[in-house]
């Protein structure tokens, strides 16, 4: 392991390590970043303690006059320490920014604190606060980079979801079967319309199957694709596909694009495609009579 | 490819299929502040729908860029990709042909949907193309 030079930063870290913490701690409160509605004072103290402690190890073994690389494995007791942070304050309800300024806060009391004690080595003064200022700058941006795969994960997660819901095939009879589309049918969708349609025909023993695409917005060549495989598919399953829900608007769109749904059936409405689906499993609908006295 | 002048309305990267749709939203919206009729805009869309498909899976990726268009009020959208280019143009906008499993009917499906299109393309160094619709 290499042993980092001294510098004034470190030795500061290392000796003067308490009233480091108490000038942090008190910048913070100054800018109104420290939340005492979510965490006591003894909590805070300790948090930063921690973070200070993984920071103050961190500087004695690593030189940052180099480039320093925050994701490199010797610094991974810090990133551990600061994400653990990050993560209970963000339970508790601290915004992001809030969480970037909390780190930030550590800059201001050690600039001042090199400047007291370098004040006649103007030049290590300067290269020192920069390094130090660089340092706190990545893990600001650090705590950034955890805020963004947070989301992005949450993001991912709702898409996988959605996905999922976006695809429901409903019985509505005996023998028949809806899978009402909405928003875009991507080739990935597509897939999964396809395998649960199929699927559900099995478990229901289904005749007709209604593609209602009421919800669906464009049909391009490739959703036009889509549905007419499907359709294909679900004849090759002994089922009757009938695709409802073609507007006037994708209609004529779809004539421009010379698309032929050749012997697919097709209804303006899924009330009309229901009928047509009574009608070829047998059942038939009638207005009970007025027995009422 | 030099059109008329031109204001800036929009800007989708095209590099995975859901930008695709993303592409149809932006468009739609450019055209919903024309007060474009609900035909017309489904037209467009539906145009533009073929032909950023069709720089994402020949062109290997691209990007479209959307303009509003003076004298007459219009809308107008450059979709440009650095792929392989369209040996043929007039064969690749005919109705059958297709290079890859598709119905090899969007290029001359999105040309019947909108009011101007122009199609540049060199092998080796990608293909744009521009299509206009009034609202």
């Known amino acids: 392991m290499t042993v980092a030079p001294t510098t004034e930063v470190s030795r500061l870290l290392r000796e003067e390590f308490d009233s480091v913490l108490d000038a942090w701690f008190a910048?913070?409160?100054?800018?109104?970043?420290r939340r005492p509605d979510l965490f006591s004072d003894r909590e805070s103290r300790r948090q930063l303690s921690d973070l200070l402690r993984a920071f103050s190890?961190?500087?004695?073994?690593i030189d940052i006059t180099e480039a320093v690389d925050i994701d490199a494995d010797n610094w991974s007791e810090l990133r551990m320490a600061l994400s653990e942070i990050t993560l209970v304050r963000t339970e508790r309800g601290v915004a992001p920014w809030e969480m970037t300024a909390f780190m930030l806060a550590l800059k201001q009391?050690?600039?001042?604190?090199?400047?007291?004690?370098?004040?006649?080595?103007?030049?290590?003064?300067?290269?020192?606060?920069?390094?130090?200022?660089r340092v706190v700058d990545a893990l600001a941006m650090h705590i950034n980079e955890y805020f963004i795969a947070e989301r992005d994960e949450i993001i991912e997660r709702q898409r996988a979801e959605m996905m999922e819901l976006s695809t429901p095939v409903v019985q509505l009879?005996?023998?028949?079967?809806?899978?009402?589309?909405?928003?875009t049918l991507d080739s990935m969708r597509a897939q999964e319309v396809m395998e649960n349609l199929l699927n559900s025909i099995v478990e229901h023993s289904a005749e007709v199957v209604i593609v209602d695409i009421t919800g669906v917005r464009v049909v391009d060549t490739q959703v036009a694709q889509h549905l007419l495989?499907?359709?294909?598919?679900?004849?090759?399953?002994?089922?009757?596909?009938?695709?409802?829900?073609?507007?006037?608007?994708?209609?004529?769109?779809?004539?421009?694009?010379?698309?032929d749904v050749g012997e697919v059936t097709t209804r303006p409405s899924i009330r009309a495609a229901l009928a047509e689906a009574f009608r070829r499993v047998g059942f038939q609908i009638s207005r009970i009579e007025d027995t009422r006295v | 490819m030099s059109g008329p002048p031109a204001q800036p309305a929009g800007r989708v990267e095209l590099r995975q299929e859901r930008d695709v749709a993303a592409a149809r939203i932006a468009v739609s919206k450019a055209m919903d502040a024309l007060g474009a009729r609900a035909l017309r805009?489904?037209?467009?869309?539906?145009?533009?729908?073929?032909?950023?498909?069709?720089?994402?899976?020949?062109?290997?990726?691209?990007?479209l860029e959307i303009y509003r268009l003076d004298r007459p009020r219009r809308i107008m959208i450059r979709c440009i990709d650095q792929g392989p280019g369209i040996a043929d143009i007039d064969q690749a906008m005919t109705d059958g042909f297709s290079t890859a499993?598709?119905?090899?009917?969007?290029?001359?499906?999105?040309r019947r949907l909108v009011d101007a299109f122009r199609i540049e393309s060199r092998v080796g160094a990608g293909t744009t193309i521009e299509m206009e619709a009034n609202p």
């Not at chain 1, 910048?27 to 109104?32: A, C, D, F, I, L």
């Not at chain 1, 006649?120 to 003064?125: A, F």
């Not at chain 1, 009879?173 to 928003?183: D, H, S």
């Open chain 1, 109 to 133: 009391p050690v600039f001042e604190m090199l400047s007291k004690n370098l004040a006649d080595r103007t030049d290590r003064l300067l290269a020192e606060a920069a390094d130090f200022g």
């Open chain 1, 57 to 61: 190890d961190a500087l004695s073994r």
């Open chain 2, 41 to 63: 805009k489904t037209r467009f869309v539906t145009a533009v729908s073929e032909i950023a498909r069709n720089a994402l899976d020949h062109g290997g990726g691209g990007v």
């Open chain 1, 27 to 33: 910048t913070q409160k100054r800018e109104g970043v």
């Open chain 1, 229 to 259: 495989r499907t359709a294909a598919a679900v004849r090759l399953m002994g089922a009757e596909a009938i695709i409802s829900g073609i507007s006037p608007k994708i209609a004529q769109t779809m004539v421009e694009l010379g698309v």
């Open chain 1, 173 to 183: 009879w005996e023998r028949v079967l809806t899978i009402p589309l909405i928003g």
């Open chain 2, 101 to 110: 499993r598709s119905m090899g009917k969007g290029l001359g499906g999105a």
